[in-house]
Each structure stands twice: as structure tokens, then as C-alpha cells.
């Protein structure tokens, strides 16, 4: 028997390409067991818990209570889901949340508002112009409308003198969002990326910091996020396509592969603008998530750095591998990750004992690297998943299927088999009798939240021709 790589594949297009394929609803986990270095787990699925007023616009934990934007709402929302309204906010997209010591800052609609714990208000001040994003450093609440950075008032946030506004004057590209990071205010802009620290004066008490530059900027306002004490961002430099990076301190990283680069080309710098990214850190995982139209990706830099090369998987809901996936806004209350819904009112928390999404059924699938015997060719009689089963919930309907494809263009018809009974821990999946292959061969296995396992080494036992 020989072993076959299961966390990446590879398939090919019409153009023609060799392209990698990501795991689909699996996520790489980095642990040595006996078996193989590391496996590839279901996702942890998602339970509902009830419904707010809307879609998910935003989130964020402030003294232990979790407060989300939805729809056209500022609610909190306490540990067995009871949605609370605190005030109506404007329609628009991704809200920005951020908070200071004794309030809640809400960028939506292009309006600024606060909650104290007890009152809502807008800020009304004609000073303050169209607020796209909010952080909050050193007591300030800043915040951009594309051209100007704007500082509120020390002694009353709802007020702003026009006299204290700042830019970013590195390069005459428009002003995307502001992130605190390490007590620094950054101003992240279309194509690069400007750093202050907080000088104080009578004027705009930010001063650039020279030298920290970074050449290279954000394509929206939430395509850029906090991560892993650096700034994450979806974007690139002038003349560059768009490409995921890691940035601080004057530098730059691309952590996107080539086969993420060529997926972020098939969408328009419209739709890239509207990308959302967060990040979920947990256990010995922290993922970066970019939540593009029709898919999710997710950058796992922990996973990456214990296996050396870069670990990314897909997410996306429903059977067919094409729905959007649609928990947003991760945010870690009550001692777990609260999330609301993209597609409708729901709202709910992650949950490691299912790998349904909203109760939903969803499927799963990852691929192999190319099977290769010098042109000699080989004859398949016997593929096996060594897993963890015994966790499917359906009995004898759950079934994980395999195909394989002499082009990567095409595949053959999937050939299923049980995945066990619950609780049946001793199953093994085993295919028998194969096929052949005259040149090169892919694989890659699939199954659904039904038939949740963990899969920890592919193997084969292959017959060599000799020509």
C-alpha cells in the first residue's frame, strides 16, 4: 500500500491548467497521531438559537454581552439567544463596531452612532461628513470618509472640530478603513497602507510614522482586518491584480497561493469591494476568513506554519458546493462563537457536535495530487480512508463516495459505500477494484454533515504496468 496526500489536490480547466483544489468543509488539523501528521475534520457546524431583526451587518462582545447590527437595528443579544432593540440605524452594508471604555461606537449607512448601556444617539455634528469606518485609540474615536481622517472630541465624542481632521498624504489614494493595532492608528488605503501614533497638540493629534509604510492597500473597507498582531488585507499595490497579504512594519507577506490569486480573478473590483474578512482563533487554529460572493476562504496561518507549506480550505453551505456560506461575524460571547446569518433573520453559535449549518445538511469533498508512474500506468484494486466513524446520525443511509478523473477535467461516476452505523467506530472505507489509469490519475472523496469523519491518510494499493 502506498500513501496519498489528501490535505490539497488537483484538477485542471479548458485553458489548459493545472489548478489545486482546496478542502471543501474540511479543516486541516495539525496533529500527529500515529497515523499520519495531521488530518482533515469536518467543520463545526452551526445551531440556531432564534431571530433578530434582520441579516447580520455586524458584531461584537462589550462587557461580556454580545451586540450585533441587523438589518436596520443596533440589538444585544444574551446567552439563550433574546434579542434586545437599542435603536434603528441606517440601511447599508457591513457595519463597523468598536468600542471604548464607557461606549459602543456603530459606523452604518455612512452615519456614526453610540451606545452607553442605556442611551442611543447619533452623532449629528455636519463636521463629521460620511463616516465609512470607526476605531477608537488613545480616547479618540476616529473615524474616514474617504479623504479625511476625523478625530471626535476628547470631552464629547459627539462633537468634531474640522480644524483636527488628518490624511493620509503617502499616496493620493482614497482612505478605505481605520484599524488600531499596538496603540497605532493605521489608515489603510487603496493602495497603501500609513501608520500614525499619537503625538497630541492643538490640531489633528496623529503623526505618520515614518519609515512603516506599506506599498500596498485594501480593495474595500472590510477586506482588511486585524490578524495575528498584523494587518490582513485583500488588495495589492498600483498596477498589481488582487492578491491576500499580511503587512506591518513597511513590509508586506502574500500569503494567497496561485490557485487563490486565479479564483479572486473571475470577480470584478465591485464585488471584491464588498468582501468581508474575520478572523476565528480557537485551540490550535487561527483562520483568517474571506467571505467572497459564492464561497468562503479560509487561510489557516497556525495550520500552515506546523505543516510548512499554506494550509487553505473552502466553506460553503447547502449539497451542491456553490451556495455562499452564511454565518457572519464571528464573535466569541458566553463561552462560545456567536454568529448571525447573510441570507436571513437567524441567529446562533458554532457547534463541534454537528456538522450541520443551521440544521442544514451540507457537504464536504477534497482531492488528491496526481498519481503517477512514469507513463507506465497502473491498475487500482483497493483505496482506503483510514478515519475516525461512528458519528453519522442517519444509520445506514450515511455513504462517502469517491471518483477519479484520467484529465481532471472529467470524472467518472461516484462509487459509494456506508459509512457505518453510529457509533460503529471499527468501519473501515474501503473501495475495491478501481479501475486503471494508461498515463495519470486524480482522486478526491465526498460525503455530507450526515457521515461526519475525520480523515487522517488515503491509501492505495496500486498494480505498476510495465510497457
Partial sequence: MVAIPILSGIYSDPTPDFRTSYPINLRPVPKPQGISNG??????????????PGITRGGIEWEGVCYRVMGNELVSIDA?????????VASGGTASMTYSFDRIAVTSGGNLYYWDGSTFTQVTDPDLGTALDVAWVDGYFITTDGENIVVTELADPTQINPTKYGSSEFDPDPVKRVLRLRNELYAVNRHSIETFQNVGGSGFPFQVIRGSQIHKGAVGTHATVVYQDAIAFLGGGRNESPAIWVGLNGSASKISTLEIDELLMNYTEAQLESVLMEVQTEKSHSILMIHLPDVTLCYDASVSASLGSPAWYKLNDGLTYDAPYSPRHFVWCYDAWQVGSSVNSNIGYVDPDTADVWGAEIAWQFGTPIVYNESRGGIFHELELVTLTGAVETGDKATIYTQYSLDGVEWSQKRYISAGKPGQRDQRMRWFRNGRMSDWRVQRFGGTSRSPVSVARLEARIEGLAW
Avoid: S
Fill in 80 to 88: 439563550a439567544g433574546n434579542v434586545t432593540t437599542l435603536g434603528a
Fill in 39 to 52: 488530518y482533515l475534520k469536518v467543520n463545526d457546524g452551526v445551531t440556531k438559537r432564534g431571530n433578530g
